[in-house]
Nanobody, 121 residues
């Protein structure tokens, strides 16, 4: 099994910065996708930033230039550095992993429990 634990969510003012962390644990053999999604109140879940197995990082248009995905493989931790936060960034942010577990050939998807980011105007 794989577990993802997000931390770092907080209440901040518009224009401020915040860094989210996602610590992964479990018997991971390989990672196909790793990234962040978010879900605002009354809205569906949307991709924020995701890294593919080829190493490409894709960002939602709404966060390009403000958010940066980073990864520390030694710590099995992913980060989302958010700058220039706006009230419309208010959402629950979820860490997402897709890959293979040791000894398995079937891809699995795992979601973290989410961390709340609230941006006040």
């Amino acid at each position: 099994q794989v577990q993802l634990v997000e931390t770092g969510g907080d209440l901040v003012q518009a224009g401020e910065s915040l860094r989210l962390s996602c610590a992964a644990s479990g018997n991971i053999f390989s990672t196909n996708r790793l990234g962040w999604y978010r879900q605002a109140p009354q809205k569906g879940r949307e991709m924020v930033a995701i890294v593919t197995s080829e190493g490409a990082t894709n960002y939602a248009d709404s966060v390009k230039g403000r958010f940066t995905f980073a990864r520390d493989n030694a710590k099995n931790t992913a980060y989302l550095q958010m700058t220039g936060l706006k009230p419309e960034d208010t959402a629950v942010y979820y860490c997402y992993w897709r890959g293979l577990l040791s000894g398995s050939s079937q891809y699995r998807e795992v979601w973290g429990q989410g961390t709340l980011v609230t941006v006040s105007s």
